[in-house]
């Protein structure tokens, strides 16, 4: 009798678990914010209508044959992608549509399977103007410890792209933009607090200094290069 019982709660927790996981799998596989410029716009459906449309954004060849030590990677480049709005943020669509091919700043997330009532799997949440300069209280530094103790370096430029990645295991991925090479990087935040401090840095034009460490071991993480600093003012502390 024990033992039927034990075999029927190991039976029930198993169900439990692969009912958790499938529903993990059927989420969002990844959140983030990004500066893009939205070049096309229109309402679409007949039973499920939603707003289609296609924005820029930066990104980068990764068989480019270059050095992150010597700061030669990679060149900017653009690609377009396709996005859907739901016909309940009709005020997202809106603001898109009085500001085509001007540059904005979107909230987002990446379905795993496509939702029926829209025609792609990034879903825009959100969309605003970037703003001139940052609040007067705004934080001109966040410091945190570093990762790696290599190749310590300070940039200047801004962060372009920020995402929220993954499934059992998250990370922050970001697309890193460097003004003095003229040159763009893909880099982690492993830190929660930096995440949010580089989030919100991503309202404004202004740019700012970034120290970034590489790890020995990139772990879960896309990227061994970590951000540890955002200044405003000067060059990260090495």
Sequence with gaps: MMRIRILHALAAATLILFCHTSVWA???YAEGRAIVRVTKLESQGIIYTSYEGEFEIATYDKSEKCSMDEGTCYTPQKKTVKFSIRDENKEIASFMQANLNRVMLIDYKVHRIEPLSLK???EVLGAKPLVAKQPEDFSRRMA???TGSQG??????KILKLEYRGTMVG????LLYNRQKDRIYPVSITNEKMAAYAREAMNSTQEYYIGVSTALVSGFRESDIDIYEINYDKDAEL
């Design 26 to 28: 059927l989420g969002t």
């Design 120 to 122: 792609t799997s990034l």
């Design 144 to 146: 945190v410890n570093k």
């Design 152 to 157: 310590n370096k300070s940039i200047y430029g």
């Design 171 to 174: 990370t922050y991925e970001v």
